[in-house]
């Protein structure tokens, strides 16, 4: 799968397919504009891609400390709300590589 395969299923249909790992599955969600499951998924992931994809999550919520800390705990450099879109391609790109 591709981050654009990734992208055009999120956009186009009902559910995610059964094969996502949980982090594909919440950037899924993310872009399905289902918030609460993308942020319920991320929760759970207790690794520091979780963290990152966790920081997206809350940079789009418009919660900037808390998507700060997130940040923070991935290890990764803090990002903007301008650049969600760019986060959310890098986040799926590692992923999917």
Partial sequence: MTVDELLASALSDAQPTS???????SLWHTKAG?????????QDIKTPMGSWIHALLHL????????GYWFNRSGRPTLTTN????????I???LLS
């Fill in 34 to 42: 289902n918030w609460d499951t993308a942020h319920d998924i991320a």
């Fill in 60 to 67: 789009i919520e418009g919660d900037i400390g808390n998507a």
């Fill in 19 to 25: 094969d996502l790992s949980p982090e594909l599955e």
């Fill in 83 to 90: 650049q969600i879109d760019s986060l959310w391609n890098e």
């Fill in 92 to 94: 799926a790109a590692e």
